[in-house]
């Protein structure tokens, strides 16, 4: 049994039974590093976090920028083998809350009273991604959003409603752009509506690529669904699946396209000031 007990043991210290530590290393912003694998060699610029993992955005000389998996010894600093790790967030600094859409955030928030004036958008995915980013300030302004469930309700929604004084409707909509139906509809509706909008398809184009982990939204030609064609040329699934991808991936307003943002914020603005 004690001959068998020092056999056992005769490798456990050998140096070839001994796998190589790879020292982790925090990719702080302009940590320059080389690939191993292709020998780019740049400063850390950014994350990207894709459906394959986590990506770091290295820039060279030339600013020219590429994207790495952050695979074990994946990188060489030095010479040296490391493994990058996302840097942890450093504490926050003394200031005011910001919420998503980048506004102060009101703590200790209580309900109050809608105000007479609404803000209306198409659709609920177009209602989810405003509540998604704009939901505080809304509720701190006591402003309702409400769905038309397609834009050709608008006229009648309207006729509805009587538009006034301390009674204005802001309207969003997809796809505003010169010449299109959207815009047909939405021209000449009086003092008390304003309309804003996107020039994308649908408001999902209006969400970045990165941020859901593609590098363009893909081309679905006219006549096909569009929801459906580009979870198809993505393999999303269903557009109920795809849906859900693009609904997790909004945070705060970064992860959305100006065009967006902007127009929301103009409904915000003239649905409270002066209401």
Avoid at 5 to 17: F, P
Avoid at 72 to 88: C, I, M, R, S, Y
Avoid at 185 to 206: K, M, N, R
Wanted: contains cysteine; aromatic residues 8%; glycine residues 12%.
């Amino acid at each position: 049994m004690t001959t068998r007990n020092s056999y056992g043991d005769i490798y456990s210290g050998h140096t070839r039974a001994r796998k190589p530590v790879i020292p982790t290393v925090p990719a702080d912003r302009d940590l320059v590093v080389e690939d191993a694998a292709t020998g780019f060699c740049g400063a850390v610029v950014g994350f990207e976090k894709t459906y394959d993992g986590d990506f770091v955005r290295l820039e060279d000389g030339r600013r020219r920028t590429r994207l790495f998996a952050m695979r074990e010894a994946a990188f060489l600093l030095d010479g040296k083998p490391v493994t990058l790790v996302k840097p942890k967030p450093k504490p926050a600094t003394a200031g005011p809350a910001r919420s998503a859409s980048g506004s102060t955030k009101v703590e200790g928030l209580r309900a109050r009273v809608a105000l007479g004036s609404r803000i209306w958008v198409e659709g609920v995915h177009d209602a989810a991604l405003v509540e998604r980013v704009w939901g505080h300030d809304l509720r701190v302004e006591g402003v309702v959003v409400e769905q038309l469930e397609g834009l050709d309700n608008l006229g009648p929604r309207l006729a509805e409603f009587g538009p006034g004084k301390g009674h204005k409707v802001g309207v969003l909509v997809d796809h505003l752009v010169a010449g299109s139906k959207e815009t047909n509809l939405t021209t000449g509706l009086g003092e008390f509506v304003l309309v804003t909008g996107h020039p994308y398809i649908d408001v999902w184009q209006a969400v970045r690529p990165a941020a859901v982990g593609i590098k363009e939204w893909p081309n679905v030609p006219r006549g096909e669904d569009w929801k459906t064609g580009i979870c198809r040329r993505l393999g999303w699934g269903t557009p109920q699946e795809g849906w859900r991808r693009v609904y997790n991936a909004v945070n705060t307003f970064r992860d959305l396209e100006p065009p967006l943002i902007g127009a929301v914020e103009r409904l915000v603005d003239f649905v409270t000031v002066g209401d």
